[in-house]
């Protein structure tokens, strides 16, 4: 177990977020939000604001700040703000004001006088459903709809008619916003030609080309930095500071600096959209599955954008299945854009899927673990290429003995006033890699750097670099220091996907051996301490293979015989030939006890248990915290958390006191359990992925045991105490 | 947040010139300021003021008749403090510990959180229609988000509960409130002082221009020894209730001879329910009987688009906090 080399400076308060830099003579801006959902601005009286003190520019799509179109590799084609007059949805940005203090720069945009020509806008999922249009699921260049039919059978219809057993429901999650601790922020500072940002993000390097397009400077002169981030999760790929404080920064040549208030963050980024499933299972008397059908709806916006990948991100993987068929429909609305959120497409795909199984136990009376492992699959259905290493069957027989699951009984228990039930459900994320560069620099003084620019948003990615770099080594840890967070450092290692262990971690292992063959290479040339000696390198040190008399030398020891201060490699990794032959995924099963109070109905997460099979654990105390935060944010989804809007698409609720996320006293003790077994098929780190799989699974193990205690499902997220009144 | 003046009085006379507005624990006033909902040109910081202390009643300003048998809450004194006193009755105290949070407790004041303001997020966003707010201008709720929002007491032009827990509990235990304006002091029932919307929501209590509130007081706390508070909410701490309950019951070979309860984040003020207590007297302490009981509490209740759900939460609720009572009973 290794600490969090960055611990220290966060529970001191020392670590330095983007808004905590101080730059002298910083300009402060405030952003302004539509607070209609739809049409367009027809004027905006910015006479008050500019008149007010300390204001030093007012930005508005009728002046704007100029910015030129930005093509993101993450993202796509960027949305720009304040470059046109549309409104889009309620909370859009549509100005920025610049002064003197933050305080000044708020109290002036209040004084901004906005006039619109209103068009109805559409907010309403269920209403939107009749305007559904076919689209193509997130990350995934699959069609919308996919079909795997057995020899012989015609149709999805066909299939399940003639299974033994079959179930077939509705179900619905609510839309999310990331809410990460660090608001949206950032620093620009523009000095000779070069731009500077400090911003909270996932990908500086990748963020440092956003930004260069956006205010149309040559990439390599802007630098981004982010040496620790608040919480991303998916939602910090861009943000409206950072674009709006670099061209401000440029514009009035002048550092900027920018943030996004709680309430703001809600609107003006993006979330995770709601979404509707209906699910159609059936199934022969042993619970072999002989169909699956999963139709997916998705809420966008009118340009649809991002769509949250539910049937493509679950059924089309997860079973065995002799015929199988998913589709995916966008319902665009006037509603804030989408984006990745943790485990985009599995998390409120699980709900749908894990209840609609076990809902199909329920229904052949069959023990929801026994279903679950009588269908496991080794491939994905339909598909030759078998999954690299999958050890579901162990995460539930582990989970199982451990939960106590075998006590279960089909109606629940009483305790007292509470009824208590227990449920479980599959967890998956698929095993990836992004291309990752990492450099590993020996320095005179026996340490080693490894870096990549990269983010450890509280993911661990910091301890990874350091666990592994001394690892490859072959060094004690406290030998090696870590580096991430700046795009000047070697393009890798980037928040996102579950990949940054698997890529970084494996580009890692090549920059050390390239850097020990370069240093055993220094030390036999001719300029070498161990000139003319056949050398090998092991414990961190140098040794000449043919005169074993010698005494071993350490890298440090090389490099001053040699007069060097230092010697540097870089390792770059890529997914190759690996995904031509196996199917990759991590998997877990999810178990979860709750209380309902049989009068008053409040749902209490008693116990909770995940075991998961994620590969080769590099830092078990990391990858403990990671699990367990996605279980709680699985909580969150299943009990509190939800976006609403108003029907004329006001999101109502937009605060921390609102925006309901459990609380200490929501959360049981979380146990978190691994099946170790290293997946060197992926990488020859053999980990996979485990920053989303956490949340995977969690909200229908939630719904399931509430199912078992009081006998109500209930088929949409959040869950609520109105759900469980049968009087209500 | 507006520029405002700020000044620290050091006695009752001199706060209560009628031109401030007080500042205690600052945990309503100052989020509200933020927020642009309250822009009070001048400021009292009254933390300076005598006005501490939990005891035995020596009749404050004015004497009711209840001097001496009565528990007097200072109002400055901290939640935190009272929630952790003693001789406060149970109901009270638990009030308090499912309220806000430990920081928000350890801030927040006896007599400002009886005049906190509506959670009702229309009030607090300025962009928003709200009769609270801006009389005149319509109630955003009544066509908006109301599943927080209140199913009695409720009129036209407002639809808000009043959000405190510990009013609850003092209407329930019958307190009262002093007050010193700059004509002199006076007592009143506290489940008085507060009023429903009507067409007025932007009144919400008796209390004159530049009252202040001076104390709290519970009388014959014995009383309410055996009382309790339970709280209904979609997560387990660090939120307002959906429904509550305060309750004191008095049962005696099995047959309840007194009742006093009221409910809250049901009403558009700490909502008393006399036609329960009636309704219990004299009745067995069994589930059924209180079941029967509760039906009167949800009478005339009307529910909004969100909020049916509140009606016979309610009375859930009401069952759970009595039979909470009666199965503790020792008597
Ligand atoms: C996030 C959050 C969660 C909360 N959750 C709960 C909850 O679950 N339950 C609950 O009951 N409350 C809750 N509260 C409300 C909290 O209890 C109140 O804000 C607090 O009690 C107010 O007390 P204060 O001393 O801070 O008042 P202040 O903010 O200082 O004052 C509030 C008002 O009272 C006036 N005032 C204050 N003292 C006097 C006096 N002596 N005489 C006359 N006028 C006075 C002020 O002028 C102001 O108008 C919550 C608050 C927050 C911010
Ligand atoms: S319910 Fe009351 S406080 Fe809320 S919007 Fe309506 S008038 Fe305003």
New interface residues.
């Given amino acids: 177990m290794t600490a969090r080399p960055d611990a220290p400076l966060k529970v001191t308060g020392r670590a330095t977020y983007a808004l905590d830099n101080v730059v002298e003579g910083a300009a402060h801006g405030y952003l302004v939000l539509s607070t209609v959902a739809r049409g367009e601005l027809a004027s905006m009286d910015v006479e008050a604001v500019r008149a007010a003190p300390g204001v030093l520019a007012v930005y508005t799509p009728f002046e704007p700040l100029p910015l030129h179109p930005v093509n993101s590799a993450l993202l796509g084609r960027m949305w720009l703000p304040l470059q046109d007059k549309d409104v889009r949805y309620h909370g859009q940005p549509i100005g920025f004001v610049v002064a003197e203090t933050f305080e000044q720069a708020r109290d002036a945009a209040a004084l901004a006088d906005v006039a619109y020509h209103e068009r109805p806008a559409a907010t309403s999922f269920s209403d939107g459903l009749t305007s559904a249009v076919d689209a193509q699921p997130a990350a995934s260049e699959a069609p919308p709809s996919l079909t795997v039919l057995a020899d012989g059978v015609a149709s999805i219809e066909d299939a399940l008619e003639a299974s033994d057993v079959t179930i077939d429901a509705t179900y619905e999650t609510a839309a999310q916003n990331h809410a990460a601790m660090e608001p949206h922020s950032a620093l620009a500072v523009w000095s000779g030609g070069e731009l500077t940002v400090y911003a909270g993000n996932q990908a500086p390097h990748l963020v440092a080309s956003d930004l260069a397009s956006a205010v149309d400077v040559p990439v390599d002169a802007v630098h981004v930095e982010n040496p620790v981030v608040g919480g991303a999760f998916g939602g910090k790929a861009t943000s409206m500071p950072a674009l709006l404080a670099s061209a401000a920064a440029v514009a009035l040549d002048r550092p900027v600096k920018a943030a996004l208030t709680r309430e703001q963050v809600f609107t003006a980024t993006a979330n995770r959209p709601a979404t509707r499933q209906r699910i159609a299972l059936g199934a022969r008397r042993d619970g072999g599955l002989v169909a699956v059908r999963h139709d997916s709806w998705s809420t966008t916006t009118r340009e649809i954008g991002f769509v949250e990948p539910t049937s493509h991100g679950t059924s089309r993987e997860w079973y065995t299945t002799e015929n199988l068929a998913i589709s995916q429909k966008a319902v665009p609305l006037d509603v804030p854009p989408a984006t990745f959120m943790r485990a985009p497409g599995e998390a409120p795909g699980s709900f749908a899927l894990e209840s609609a199984v076990d809902e199909l136990a329920e229904a052949i009376g069959m023990d929801p673990v026994a279903l679950r492992l009588r269908n496991n699959s080794t491939a994905p259905p339909g598909e030759d290429l078998q999954w690299s290493s999958k050890h579901l069957d162990e995460c539930f027989e582990i989970g199982a003995a451990r939960f106590g699951w075998a006590d279960r009984t089909p109606g629940g228990r009483r305790d007292g006033d509470w009824l208590v039930g227990m449920g479980t459900a599959t967890a998956m994320f698929p095993g990836l890699r992004f291309p990752a560069t990492v450099g590993v620099t020996l320095h005179d003084d026996g340490t080693a750097d490894v870096a990549t620019a990269g983010a450890d948003p509280g993911t661990g990615l910091l301890g990874v670099l350091r666990i592994v770099g001394a690892e490859s080594l072959d060094v004690p840890q406290d030998r090696v220091v870590p580096r991430l967070g700046d795009s000047r450092l070697p393009p890798g290692g980037l928040s996102g996907g579950s990949t940054a262990t698997a890529s970084a971690g494996s580009a890692t292992m090549v920059a050390a051996s390239t850097v020990i063959e370069q240093l055993v290479a220094l030390a036999s040339s001719e300029e070498g301490p161990l000139r003319g000696h056949d050398v090998g390198y092991a414990h961190g040190t140098v040794y000449a293979l043919d005169a074993p008399e010698r005494d071993p030398m350490t890298f440090g020891d090389v490099l001053r015989a040699t007069g060097r201060s230092t010697l540097s490699a870089t390792g770059t990794t890529a997914p190759g030939e690996e995904t031509t032959k196996h199917s990759f995924g991590s998997w877990g099963a999810q178990f979860c006890e709750v209380r309902v109070h049989r009068l008053t109905r409040e749902v209490r997460v008693s116990r909770l248990l995940g075991v998961f099979d994620a590969g080769r654990i590099i830092n078990p105390r990391t990858a403990r915290g990671q699990l367990a935060g996605g279980m709680i944010w699985g909580v969150s989804a299943a009990l509190h958390e939800g976006i609403e809007f108003d029907d004329d698409g006001r999101m109502s609720r937009r605060d921390l006191a609102d925006y309901l996320l459990p609380v200490n006293a929501d959360i049981p003790d979380v146990d978190v359990q691994f099946v170790e077994h290293p997946d060197t098929l992926l990488s020859d780190l053999g980990a996979r992925g485990l920053g989303e799989i956490g949340i995977v699974g969690v909200a229908a193990a939630v719904a399931n045991a509430v199912h078992n205690a009081t006998g109500i499902r209930v088929r949409r997220l959040p869950i609520r105490i109105e759900d469980l009144l049968e009087d209500g | 947040?507006?520029q405002f003046d700020i000044t620290a009085p050091t006695t009752i006379d001199d706060a209560v010139d009628g031109r401030h507005t007080f500042l205690a624990g600052g945990t309503t006033l100052v989020d509200l300021m933020k927020l642009?909902v309250l822009t009070p040109p001048r400021v009292a910081d009254i933390n300076a003021l005598p006005l501490r202390g939990i005891g035995a009643d020596e009749g404050g300003h004015s004497d009711n008749g209840n001097a001496g048998h009565g528990l007097r809450i200072g109002a400055l004194e901290r939640m935190s403090d009272v929630a952790e006193h003693p001789d406060v009755p149970p109901a009270v105290r638990r009030a308090l510990t499912l309220s806000a949070s430990q920081q928000l407790r350890n801030m927040a004041t006896i007599g400002g959180n009886l005049l906190q303001r509506t959670?009702c997020?229309y009030f607090r966003d300025t962009?928003?229609p709200c009769n609270k707010r801006t009389p005149g201008s319509g109630c955003?709720a009544l066509?908006?988000?109301n599943r927080g929002h209140a199913v009695l007491g409720t009129s036209d032009h407002c639809v808000a509960t009043h959000a405190s827990d510990l009013a609850v509990a003092l209407v329930a235990l019958d307190a009262e409130v002093r007050l010193v304006g700059s004509d002199g002091a006076r007592t009143t029932p506290l489940a008085d002082f507060y009023r429903t919307p009507g067409d007025t929501p932007e009144i919400e209590t008796g209390l004159r221009d530049g009252e202040l509130t001076t104390d709290v007081v519970v009388p014959h706390p014995e009383r309410a020894a055996h009382s309790t508070y339970?709280k209904?909410?979609?997560?387990?701490?660090?939120?307002f209730a959906?429904?509550s309950v305060a309750a004191s019951l008095d049962v005696r070979d099995g047959v309840v001879v007194d009742a006093r309860i009221a409910a809250g984040g049901v009403g558009t003020i700490p909502w008393r329910l006399p036609g329960v207590e009636a309704a219990l007297r004299g009745e067995p302490a069994t589930e059924s009987a209180f079941a029967a009981a509760a039906e009167v509490a949800t009478h005339g209740a009307t529910p909004l688009t969100h909020n049916?759900?509140k009606?016979?939460?309610l009375r859930?609720?009401l069952?759970?906090a009595l039979?909470e009572l009666a199965e503790g009973s020792t008597r």
Wanted: charged share 30%; proline share 3%; net charge positive.
């Fill in positions: 947040m507006r642009d959670r997020g962009t928003m955003s066509g908006g988000n339970v209904v909410r979609d997560r387990q701490s660090y939120e959906l429904c049916g759900f009606v016979p939460l859930r609720t069952v759970r039979l």
